[in-house]
């Protein structure tokens, strides 16, 4: 006879209990897949260092997200990567002039989903810049004020055109604001903002900048996103978006942040994102190409560590290979 009352054992033997009693579990319709969007209808691309996901022209990416939605992800964050050919100024402009790429695809997107597609847009400078840096410089550094004006513009653009959210990912003090100012002005009132609040400067967003041809062509972005050491620090910068008009917060990254995750969420009750970021997904990817790693394990166990730390919302390239082959 054993003297043990409580043996934690008991509801590990038989995956269906085990499956009866987890506490995080995850659903389709949380995931949004990011995607990188050519000024080429037809045109695709793989990228290098995230294998598994392409550059795709509108056309392409049409036919790409309608068998997402057959998976059931009805959710999509578009980044804009505009052609070699295409001209780049100091402060962005081309991210909401006449014919800029990110309008016009949300617009096409719009009319061939409607309602059955959440379009969220990336509002950020940096692919657009001739500097690769998220704001415009002057005196040698990214001043943030005079950035504003530009991603309300681009954030205008894109909400005009049918983004049902934009999502400012810049840092720079008070984009909320000028973003929730500038869409109200525009009569723009029912678009909602999700906020990239807590971004982190990160080496894992290395393969993102080949993805989309935006790494700085000098210094880095610590001047403006946060510093992987700070977490207090991250509690204002949720707070400041809220009072500013977020509607949604996020954690960016997501592995090395779960603490940030879960601070969040203990201290607010919006809607939270997380990004599992391409540096994030291209480890998994080289490690398991190599056979180092068992894929959909890992890849479970990360989703299901977002999904435990608390986001209600997970941005993540993996959520089409993780629905198709059935690992939920
Ligand atoms: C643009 C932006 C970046 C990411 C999302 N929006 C890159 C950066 O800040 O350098 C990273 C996404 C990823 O790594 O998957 N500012
Ligand atoms: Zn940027």
Redesign the pocket.
């Known amino acids: 006879m054993s003297d043990l009352l409580v043996r934690p054992r008991r509801l590990r033997f038989n995956p269906r209990l085990r499956d009866l009693v987890a506490e995080a579990r995850l659903d389709p319709r949380m995931f949004v897949m990011?995607h990188f969007v050519l000024r080429k209808p037809g045109e695709v691309q793989e990228i290098d260092a995230m294998p598994g996901i392409r550059r795709e022209g509108v056309d392409a990416l049409a036919k790409t997200i309608e068998a997402d939605i057959a998976l059931g992800i009805r959710s999509v964050l578009l980044?804009g990567v505009p052609d070699d050919s295409e001209p780049k100024h100091g402060d962005g402009r081309a991210s909401y002039g006449e014919d800029a790429l990110v309008p016009q695809a949300v617009a096409s997107l719009k009319r061939r989903f409607g309602n059955d597609l959440v379009i969220m847009t990336?509002v950020?400078l940096?692919?657009y810049t001739d500097h690769g840096h998220?704001g415009v410089i002057e005196a040698g550094r990214v001043a943030n004020d005079p950035s504003l004006e530009h991603l309300a513009r681009m954030a205008v653009a894109h909400a005009a055109a049918g983004a049902d959210v934009v999502a400012p990912?810049?840092?720079m003090d008070g984009r909320v604001l000028a973003i929730r100012e500038a869409l109200d002005d525009a009569g723009l009132v029912d678009t909602p903002i999700m906020s990239?609040s807590c971004?982190y400067a990160?080496g894992?967003?290395?393969?993102?900048?080949e993805?989309?041809h935006?790494?700085?062509q000098f210094g880095d972005?610590k001047s403006y996103?946060m510093d992987s050491r700070n977490k207090r620090e991250a509690v204002l910068e949720a707070q400041l978006d809220i009072e500013e008009g977020a509607d949604i917060l996020m954690v960016?990254?997501g592995l090395a942040y779960l603490d940030v995750l879960a601070e969040i969420r203990a201290g607010f009750d919006q809607p939270l994102a997380v990004?599992?970021?391409?540096?994030?997904?291209s480890m998994v990817k080289a490690a398991a190409l190599r056979g180092w790693i068992d894929e959909r394990t890992v890849t479970m166990e990360n989703l299901h560590a977002f999904r435990r730390a608390g986001a209600d919302i997970i941005?993540t390239?993996h959520a089409r290979q993780a629905l198709a082959e059935g690992w939920l």
């Open positions: 990011p980044f990336d950020c940096c692919a998220c990912s810049d840092m990239y971004k990160s894992y967003y290395g393969p993102f900048r993805a989309a935006s790494a700085p972005r996103q960016k990254p990004y599992n970021v391409s540096g994030e997904y941005i390239y």
